[in-house]
C-alpha cells in the first residue's frame, strides 16, 4: 500500500479542478490516501474588486482542468449580494461525513460541487445538513457530531499546516507520495485533462 498525502481546501478552485484526478487515485487499491485539509479562507466576505478575480481565475482553471462551473455560481460570485467564503465549516463537515461512513473523495466531491457547481452557501450549518441527507446521512445524528467536531477541525487543520511546513508545501492541491521514507511530489497538474495518462502515470507507481 502506498501512501499519498493529500493537502487540500474545499474552498480552493485548483482542488476542485482536480476532482477528477483525486477519484482516479482513490480508486485504485495500491494508494491510501491522508486528507490534510488546509484551513485556507477563515469565514469572511469577499470584495467586489476580488471576485472578478476569482471569476478569471475560475475561468482558467475550467480550461485547464475540464472542470464545469456552474451558472449558479458564477452568478453568486458576480451579482450585488454579500458573498461569503469559508474554508472551516465545509472542512468540519467533510471530516464528519468520513467519521459517518462517506468515503472522503466522495464527501469532497459533494461539498465541491454544491459550492461550484450550484452556488449553495456552504458557510450556513443548514445546507451543509440538506447535502448530508442527500448522501442518505441521518440528519439528527449529522447535527449532534457536527455540534461537538469544531474541535476536532481545529487540531486537524494545525496538524496540516505543521506537516506543510515541515515538507515545504506552500500551495493547494498538493499530493505528496511517501514510499520507502521518502516523500516525493506528485506531478498532478501535468495530467488536468487527462485522466488516462493520469491513470497510466500512477500505475507506474506501484
Same mark, same amino acid.
Given at each position: 500500500?502506498?501512501?499519498?498525502?493529500?493537502?487540500?481546501?474545499?474552498?480552493?478552485?485548483?482542488?476542485?479542478?482536480?476532482?477528477?484526478?483525486?477519484?482516479?487515485?482513490?480508486?485504485?487499491?495500491?494508494?491510501?490516501?491522508?486528507?490534510?485539509?488546509?484551513?485556507?479562507?477563515?469565514?469572511?466576505?469577499?470584495?467586489?474588486?476580488?471576485?472578478?478575480?476569482?471569476?478569471?481565475?475560475?475561468?482558467?482553471?475550467?480550461?485547464?482542468?475540464?472542470?464545469?462551473?456552474?451558472?449558479?455560481?458564477?452568478?453568486?460570485?458576480?451579482?450585488?449580494?454579500?458573498?461569503?467564503?469559508?474554508?472551516?465549516?465545509?472542512?468540519?463537515?467533510?471530516?464528519?461525513?468520513?467519521?459517518?461512513?462517506?468515503?472522503?473523495?466522495?464527501?469532497?466531491?459533494?461539498?465541491?460541487?454544491?459550492?461550484?457547481?450550484?452556488?449553495?452557501?456552504?458557510?450556513?450549518?443548514?445546507?451543509?445538513?440538506?447535502?448530508?441527507?442527500?448522501?442518505?446521512?441521518?440528519?439528527?445524528?449529522? =447535527?449532534?457530531?457536527?455540534?461537538?467536531?469544531?474541535?476536532?477541525?481545529?487540531?486537524?487543520?494545525?496538524?496540516?499546516?505543521?506537516?506543510?511546513?515541515?515538507?515545504?508545501?506552500?500551495?493547494?492541491?498538493?499530493?505528496?507520495?511517501?514510499?520507502?521514507?521518502?516523500?516525493?511530489?506528485?506531478?498532478?497538474?501535468?495530467?488536468?485533462?487527462?485522466?488516462?495518462?493520469?491513470?497510466?502515470?500512477? =500505475?507506474?507507481?506501484?
Amino acid at each position: 500500500m502506498v501512501k499519498v498525502h493529500y493537502f487540500f481546501d474545499p474552498m480552493c478552485g485548483w482542488c476542485y479542478g482536480a476532482t477528477s484526478l483525486i477519484e482516479i487515485l482513490a480508486e485504485i487499491p495500491d494508494f491510501e490516501i491522508h486528507y490534510h485539509p488546509g484551513g485556507m479562507i477563515p469565514k469572511r466576505a469577499i470584495d467586489p474588486s476580488f471576485r472578478q478575480h476569482i471569476l478569471q481565475a475560475d475561468s482558467q482553471i475550467a480550461a485547464m482542468t475540464k472542470a464545469h462551473f456552474g451558472e449558479a455560481y458564477k452568478a453568486r460570485v458576480a451579482n450585488n449580494g454579500e458573498f461569503v467564503l469559508d474554508s472551516y465549516l465545509p472542512t468540519q463537515a467533510f471530516l464528519v461525513g468520513i467519521e459517518m461512513g462517506i468515503e472522503p473523495h466522495l464527501m469532497l466531491k459533494t461539498i465541491q460541487e454544491a459550492h461550484y457547481q450550484d452556488g449553495k452557501e456552504l458557510d450556513k450549518a443548514g445546507n451543509l445538513q440538506t447535502l448530508a441527507a442527500t448522501l442518505g446521512l441521518n440528519e439528527a445524528i449529522w =447535527a449532534a457530531n457536527m455540534a461537538g467536531a469544531k474541535p476536532f477541525l481545529m487540531k486537524e487543520i494545525q496538524e496540516s499546516q505543521k506537516l506543510m511546513g515541515q515538507l515545504q508545501i506552500s500551495g493547494f492541491p498538493t499530493l505528496i507520495m511517501e514510499k520507502d521514507d521518502q516523500f516525493v511530489r506528485l506531478p498532478h497538474s501535468s495530467y488536468y485533462g487527462k485522466p488516462s495518462e493520469w491513470e497510466a502515470y500512477l =500505475a507506474s507507481l506501484v
